[in-house]
């Protein structure tokens, strides 16, 4: 099997298991969403580390040690995808599908907008047209909620900024992913001794198939981080872009089809807005990245004596 085509692999695998994820928290109920996300990041940073170790790669975190401002930019990134963690499963578990399905639906729209806003980008037309009608898409569906969709904006923009932190940081997928789980374990090992002190812990006490379950939210966080990782090293960019989508159209089926969230008239003209939004932006990407590997060809083509 060719790179790329191992690439499209990688990169649907991920998608995939993004987009059925809310059929696994829903499976994790009785617990709260915050004994879920503690235990999330506890599994993780056990997970991980066995993958390290088998992948004789612990050394890294000494070099790591040395950069103090990297660890204060790991502890933003563990922050903020705590956020998005803990907010992703609390609509799940509060039967709100649709709205983090949302949220995920607009994330490429909001780091354009923290672009302009964070690091003084120019926007092409196209892409202040894209802007415009994602927020009039907020606008519907503020009405249609009776309030402005808070749960998808959160996920949007911590999932944004989660984004972007990474970029800085330049830290491949595990390890990355086990330095901010482990900035999170014990504040999350706390709580669930807390929880299990006071008696109102789920874990070992609903069945064996439960607390497995939460055993392996850890694996079910990393797999799917691990396969984008692998995607993203071997497709262009714009193919990613893409495949990004696949993930919140599974979410959105699961929460209409599987779990039967209303979808009133007013709801699916703001969701069509949206992907109005997200074609126009899609297209504009696309004919861009074209255009600059043109450029690039025919810059090549120029005898260096005539440039």
Not at 271 to 293: S, Y
Request: charged share 10%.
């Amino acid at each position: 099997m060719n790179q790329t085509r191992l690439g499209y692999l990688y990169g649907f695998g991920a998608y995939l298991i993004w987009g059925f994820f809310p059929i696994y928290l829903k499976l994790l109920r009785p617990a709260g969403p915050v004994e879920i996300l503690a235990h999330r990041i506890v599994w993780s940073v056990v997970f991980v580390a066995l993958l390290l170790a088998a992948m004789r790669n612990i050394g890294f975190l000494r070099a790591l040690a040395r950069r103090p401002r990297a660890l204060a930019g790991i502890a933003t990134a563990a922050t903020l995808i705590a956020v998005n963690w803990g907010t992703y499963i609390y609509g799940v578990n509060s039967d709100r599908v649709v709205e983090t399905a949302l949220g995920y639906f607009i994330n490429p729209l909001v780091i354009v907008l923290i672009g302009v806003f964070l690091l003084h980008e120019r926007l092409r037309p196209a892409q202040w047209a894209a802007l415009g009608v994602g927020g009039a898409a907020v606008a519907v569906l503020t009405v249609d909620y009776g309030r402005p969709p808070w749960l998808a904006l959160v996920l949007a923009f911590s999932f944004a900024g989660y984004g972007l932190v990474k970029k800085r940081l330049g830290l491949p997928a595990a390890e990355g992913l086990f330095v901010e789980s482990a900035v999170l374990a014990l504040p999350a090992l706390a709580y669930l001794a807390w929880l299990t002190r006071s008696g109102a812990a789920t874990f070992g006490h609903v069945s064996a198939g439960h607390t497995a379950l939460l055993v392996l939210a850890g694996a079910a966080t990393a797999i799917p981080l691990l396969l984008f990782a692998g995607a993203a090293n071997r497709l262009p960019l714009s193919t990613i872009g893409m495949l990004q989508y696949v993930g919140p159209i599974l979410q959105l089926g699961c929460g209409v089809l599987v779990f039967h969230e209303p979808m009133p008239p007013a709801r699916l003209a703001g969701f069509g807005l949206v992907w109005v939004a997200l074609v126009v932006f899609t297209v504009d990407a696309l004919r861009h990245t074209r255009r600059t590997r043109a450029q690039a060809r025919a810059a090549a083509l120029v005898p260096a004596e005539a440039r």
